[in-house]
C-alpha cells in the first residue's frame, strides 16, 4: 500500500511520460513482467537514463540505525532513527528466523516458476493482489527490473492458479504467509507503541489510540518482491524512488540493494543485516506525528550476481478509519488535513510521490 501499495493499474490514464497510443498497444505487455530468464542484454525498455553510480561509502555515523528492541533506550534510539532517517534496523524482534527463512524460500520457488505458470495468477486491472509488474509502473516511461507478488488477506485464490495440481506445495504456500503476516502484525504494534511512547504520549494516550490506528485484521497485504540478475544494473532500476502509504512498513531483504535518500548525502544503502528486520516510517505515520517522523524516499537497486528477493509487509490503519496529526503533537497547529487511508490511496494512486504535499492543511500551505 505502499505506493505501490495500493495504488491501482486502473489510473493508466494517468501516466505521466507516455502516450495514450503507447498504453493502448501496450495494453497487454504493460501489466505483464518481463520473462527474465530470456534475455542476455538489457532491453531498450529497461534502460533507465539515468545511471546510478554505486552510492557513497558511508561512514558510521551515517549509517542506518540498528536497534535492539531489548534495549532499554530503544525508544529513545527510535525516536532519533524516526526524525532523522525514516528508516532503521531492529534486532531482537521475536519473528521466528525459521520463518522468516522459509518465506524467502517460498517467494523463491514462486519466482523460479515458468514465466506462462506466473502468468496464471497476473493481477487483473481491476485487483490489487496476485502477480504482476510493480504497480507504481505507470509513472515510468521504461520498465523496473522487477516482478512482484502481492498478498491480500490470503494468497489462496492466486496459489490455486500457480500450482493447481500440487496442494501440498500451495497449502505449504500459504500457510507460511499467513504466519508472516500475523507475525508482522504482532511485531507492528509493538513497534507502533513505542513509536508512540517515543513521540511523548503517556501509556494512557497510547491505549487510547492504538486499538484505532492498528490494523484490525491481522492479515494486512504482503508484497514479495523479485528482482532477478540483471545483465547491466548500472542503467536498470529494481523499484523507482517512492514513499510507502502505510503507517509502517516491516521489510525482509535476502541481501542488500535497499536505498533511501538521506538530505545533505543522496542514495544511502541500507545493508542486509544478519537475523534483523528493516521498519521504514510511512506517508501515514507523517501525518500522524504531524510530520516529526519522516516518510523515507526508498528504491531498490539490482546487480549483476545473485537474484534478490525482499518481502514487505504492510502496516496501516482500518481502511475509513480518519488519520490526522495527533492533538497533542499538532501544536501550533496540524501540518496535514484529515485523512482515510482508503482516500490517501486513491490520491497517491493518481499522484504518485506528491500526494503528501497535496494533503498539507491549507493553513499551512497559504504560508
Ligand atoms: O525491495 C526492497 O528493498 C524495497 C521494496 C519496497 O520498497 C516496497 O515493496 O515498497
Ligand atoms: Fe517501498
Not at 185 to 214: C, V
Amino acid at each position: 500500500m505502499p505506493t505501490s501499495q495500493y495504488s491501482s493499474l486502473k489510473t493508466n490514464h494517468h501516466t505521466k511520460n507516455t502516450t495514450k497510443d503507447d498504453h493502448n498497444n501496450n495494453h497487454q505487455c504493460s501489466i505483464i513482467p518481463l520473462d527474465f530468464k530470456s534475455v542476455s542484454k538489457l532491453p531498450e525498455s529497461h534502460t533507465w537514463e539515468l545511471t546510478h553510480p554505486n552510492p557513497l561509502s558511508t561512514s558510521e555515523s551515517e549509517s542506518i540505525p540498528v536497534i535492539n528492541l531489548s534495549d532499554p533506550k530503544a525508544i529513545s534510539l527510535m525516536r532519533h532513527a524516526c526524525e532523522n532517517w525514516g528508516i532503521f534496523h531492529v534486532t531482537h524482534h521475536g519473528v521466528p528466523s525459521n520463518l522468516l527463512r522459509e518465506v524467502e524460500n517460498q517467494s523463491r520457488r514462486l519466482f523460479s516458476l515458468p514465466s506462462d505458470q506466473k502468468l496464471l495468477a497476473i493481477r487483473s486491472l481491476d485487483s490489487l493482489s496476485g502477480y504482476g509488474l510493480p504497480r507504481m509502473s505507470t509513472f515510468f516511461p521504461k520498465r523496473m527490473w522487477s516482478e512482484g507478488f502481492t498478498i491480500i488477506e490470503s494468497p489462496l485464490e492466486h496459489t490455486r492458479k500457480l500450482w493447481p495440481h500440487d496442494h501440498h506445495q500451495r497449502d505449504h504456500f500459504c500457510n507460511v504467509m499467513e504466519s508472516c503476516q500475523k507475525e508482522m502484525n504482532r511485531l507492528a504494534e509493538h513497534i507502533m507503541g513505542l513509536m508512540f511512547g517515543s513521540l511523548g504520549l503517556t501509556q494512557q494516550d497510547t491505549k487510547n489510540i492504538k486499538p484505532k490506528y492498528g490494523c484490525q485484521n491481522s492479515n494486512g497485504p504482503l508484497q514479495l518482491n523479485s528482482y532477478p540478475v540483471c545483465p547491466d544494473p548500472t542503467k536498470a532500476m529494481g523499484l523507482a524512488a517512492h514513499t510507502d502509504s502505510s503507517l509502517l512498513t516491516l521489510l525482509l531483504q535476502s541481501s542488500t540493494g535497499l536505498q533511501v535518500q538521506k538530505e545533505g548525502i543522496g542514495w544511502v544503502p541500507v545493508h542486509a543485516v544478519e537475523g534483523a528486520l528493516v521498519i521504514n516510517v510511512g506517508d501515514l505515520m507523517q501525518i500522524l506525528s504531524n510530520g516529526r517522523f519522516k516518510s523515507v524516499l526508498h528504491r531498490a537497486v539490482v546487480n549483476k550476481t545473485h537474484h534478490r528477493i525482499s518481502t514487505a509487509y504492510f502496516y496501516g490503519p482500518p481502511k475509513d478509519v480518519k488519520i490526522e496529526p495527533l492533538i497533542q503533537l499538532s501544536s501550533p497547529f496540524p501540518l496535514y488535513r484529515p485523512t482515510t487511508w482508503k482516500e490517501y490511496l486513491g490520491i497517491k494512486a493518481n499522484h504518485f510521490n506528491k500526494a503528501l504535499e497535496l494533503i498539507r492543511s491549507d493553513i499551512t500551505k497559504a504560508q
